[in-house]
C-alpha cells in the first residue's frame, strides 16, 4: 500500500483559479506550513484540518500593485478593509512619496500630519530601519516597498524649485540606492505633485538609472492625468527607455471632459512601445472619481510652486486670494462634482459638495475653497467625479492593465470619522462583481489574472500571484456568486462581502467570513 500523505490544512472541492489567466478547474489544494505542496485529485491525502470549499472559488491571494499603505501600516498593521477584499499583497510607496524615507524633522511635517494624530512616532532612521519596525509590529498582509522620488528629493533639496546641483544628485542617487540595498523594488515619481513636479525628465531618469542598476522598474503617476495627458505618457516611456528598466503607468486615467477618449491613444502608445520592446503595464482602479488633494485639483499650478507654508501665506494675502479666485474661475470646475473627504478641522463638510458645503457656508465656491484650506493647513482630501465609464472601461480591459486600489488600510470602527474613498474597502470585489459577474466585461480567470499573476511577475515574485505546488500559500476562497463591494462614496466604511476564506502565508486570516486576528504578512525584500 502506497504511503498516505499528509498536510496541515486541505481545501477541498472548490474551483481553482491558478492565477496566470487559465479556465478555473475542480480540484483539491494542499498546504503545509507555509506553501502549497499539492493541486489536484487528493482523495488519499490526510490534513490536520480540512475544510470543504465546494462552489467557491479558490484563487491566489490577490495582490494590490498601487497602494499607500505605508501611511496606515504603523497605526493599523490588521489592515481589516484590505484583507476583507481577498488582497494579501499591497505594494506601497506610490506616487513619489514613501513613509519609510521620511525622519521627524519640520521638513516632513506634511507626512507626519497621517501619522502623529494616530500615536504613531517616527522612530526609523533609515528605510531598512523602518522594514524592521514593520516587521516587528507584524502585519495582516504582506507588504512590497518602493522607494519614493518626492521624499529623496525632499530629504536632499527641500522645497527648491530648481534643477539638483552635481552633489545634490548624487546625494539622491545615494538615497534611492540605500532603499534598494534594504529591499525596494520598485522607484516611483508623482510629477503631479510638489516636490516631485519640480524635477525635470533628466533629473528622473538619472534616478531611474539607480533603479535600473539594481533590477527594480519605474512606478509613475503622471505629471498630468488631464490636457496634458499624451505628453506626459510620453515622458514616461522616455524615462523609462532611456534608463533601461520597465515602466508601470499608476491609476490610469483621462481627468476633465474635455480629455475624455485620449485613453484610446495613449494604450496605443503603451501598445506601440511593447512592440519595439520596451517592458510596460498599467494599473486602474474601478472608479470614475479620483481621491486627491483639494489643494492639487483646485489651484493653479503656480500657486503651488514652494514650500507648503508659502501656499498658506498666498492664501492669508488679499490680493494673492484675488489672483487665485481668478484662475480658479478661468479654469471653470465643476464644483458639483466635486466631494469633500477628510478634513479633519471641518467635519461637518465631509461627503458634501464643494458646491453644496459653500453655499451652507453663505461663501462662493472659490472663496470657500481657500477658506478650507487655510483653515486645514493646505491639507484637504477630495473626490473629483472626473473619469469617463467607457475610459475606465477600456483602460480595464486593456490586457496590460493590473488592478490597483491607490487606497489605504482602514476600518470601520477606529476611523469612523474620517472620510476614504471607498476603495479602500471595495476595489477588488467592485472588479469582479461589476465588471465580471454583472458586465461581463471580463471572464472571471482575466480578472483574476489582473489581480495576481499579471503583478506577481511585475514584481518578479514567482511564487506568490499563482496557485501552483511550491507558491506560498496565499489564497482567497470566495463566493462568486455573492462577493460585492459594499462601501459607497456615501457610505464608505463598509467591508467588502463575499470573501469566505483566506489565507496568507498558509496562516487563517479570514475563516467563514471572520477576522481570525492573524498578522501573518511579510515585508516582502526584492533579492
Excluded at 103 to 108: A, G, N, T, V
Aim: with cysteine; glycine share 10%; charged share 20%.
Amino acid at each position: 500500500m502506497p504511503e498516505r500523505q499528509h498536510c496541515d490544512i486541505l481545501l477541498r472541492g472548490g474551483t481553482v483559479f491558478d492565477g496566470l489567466g487559465n479556465p478555473g478547474f475542480c480540484a483539491d489544494v494542499a498546504i503545509t506550513d507555509e506553501r502549497i505542496v499539492a493541486v489536484g485529485e487528493l482523495e488519499g491525502w490526510q490534513a490536520g484540518m480540512e475544510v470543504k470549499v465546494e462552489g467557491l472559488c479558490v484563487a491566489p491571494g490577490f495582490i494590490d500593485i498601487h497602494t499607500h499603505a505605508d501611511f496606515s501600516l504603523n497605526h493599523h498593521p490588521e489592515q481589516l478593509s484590505v484583507l476583507f477584499q481577498g488582497v494579501t499583497t499591497q505594494v506601497g510607496g506610490n506616487c513619489g512619496f514613501a513613509v519609510g524615507q521620511i525622519d521627524d524633522s519640520p521638513l516632513f511635517e506634511q507626512e507626519q500630519r497621517w501619522l502623529k494624530p494616530h500615536g504613531v512616532e517616527i522612530i526609523w532612521r533609515s528605510f531598512e530601519e523602518y522594514l524592521r519596525v514593520l516587521e516587528e509590529l507584524g502585519l495582516g498582509t504582506n507588504y512590497v516597498p518602493q522607494c519614493g522620488h518626492g521624499t529623496t528629493r525632499k530629504k536632499v533639496m527641500g522645497y527648491e524649485k530648481r534643477p539638483p546641483t552635481p552633489a545634490e544628485l548624487d546625494a539622491m542617487r545615494r538615497e534611492i540606492a540605500l532603499c534598494f540595498e534594504a529591499g525596494a523594488f520598485a522607484f516611483s515619481t508623482g510629477l503631479e505633485y510638489p516636490p516631485n513636479s519640480f524635477a525635470d525628465t533628466r533629473e528622473i531618469i538619472e534616478l531611474a538609472r539607480v533603479a535600473a542598476q539594481y533590477g527594480g522598474f519605474y512606478a509613475t503617476h503622471l505629471r498630468s492625468e488631464g490636457d496634458q495627458l499624451i505628453e506626459s505618457v510620453q515622458e514616461a516611456l522616455h524615462i523609462a527607455a532611456e534608463a533601461g528598466l520597465p515602466l508601470q503607468l499608476a491609476h490610469h486615467k483621462a481627468e476633465g471632459k474635455q480629455n475624455w477618449g485620449k485613453v484610446h491613444q495613449t494604450l496605443q502608445m503603451v501598445s506601440d512601445a511593447v512592440a519595439q520592446g520596451l517592458d510596460v503595464t498599467l494599473d486602474v482602479y474601478p472608479y470614475t472619481a479620483y481621491q486627491t488633494s483639494l489643494a492639487v485639483a483646485a489651484l493653479p499650478s503656480w500657486a503651488l510652486d514652494s514650500e507648503p507654508e508659502a501656499l498658506l501665506n498666498r492664501l492669508r494675502d488679499p490680493q494673492e486670494r484675488e489672483r487665485l479666485i481668478h484662475a480658479m474661475q478661468a479654469m471653470e470646475p465643476d464644483w458639483h462634482r466635486t466631494v469633500i473627504g477628510s478634513t479633519p478641522h471641518n467635519r461637518e463638510y465631509q461627503g458634501l459638495t464643494i458646491a453644496d458645503a459653500a453655499r451652507l457656508a453663505g461663501k462662493e465656491p472659490e472663496a470657500f475653497v481657500l477658506d478650507l484650506l487655510l483653515e486645514a493647513g493646505g491639507h484637504v482630501g477630495v473626490a473629483w467625479f472626473n473619469i469617463a465609464e467607457d475610459d475606465l472601461r477600456t483602460v480595464l480591459r486593456f490586457p496590460l492593465t493590473m488592478i490597483g486600489s491607490d487606497g489605504v488600510g482602514t476600518e470601520p470602527s477606529k476611523y469612523a470619522a474620517e472620510r476614504p474613498h471607498p476603495r479602500c474597502y471595495g476595489t477588488f470585489p467592485r472588479v469582479l462583481a461589476k465588471f465580471v459577474r454583472q458586465e461581463g466585461l471580463l471572464s472571471l480567470e482575466e480578472a483574476i489574472y489582473k489581480m495576481t499573476g499579471l503583478p506577481a511577475a511585475r514584481l518578479k515574485l514567482t511564487d506568490r500571484g499563482v496557485l501552483q505546488p511550491g507558491a506560498y500559500a496565499d489564497i482567497v476562497v470566495f463566493d462568486f456568486g455573492t462577493i460585492e463591494d459594499c462601501a459607497t462614496f456615501a457610505n464608505p466604511h463598509c467591508l467588502s462581502s463575499g470573501v469566505r476564506y483566506l489565507l496568507v502565508n498558509g496562516r487563517w486570516t479570514i475563516y467563514e467570513g471572520e477576522y481570525t486576528g492573524a498578522r501573518a504578512g511579510k515585508v516582502l525584500r526584492r533579492h
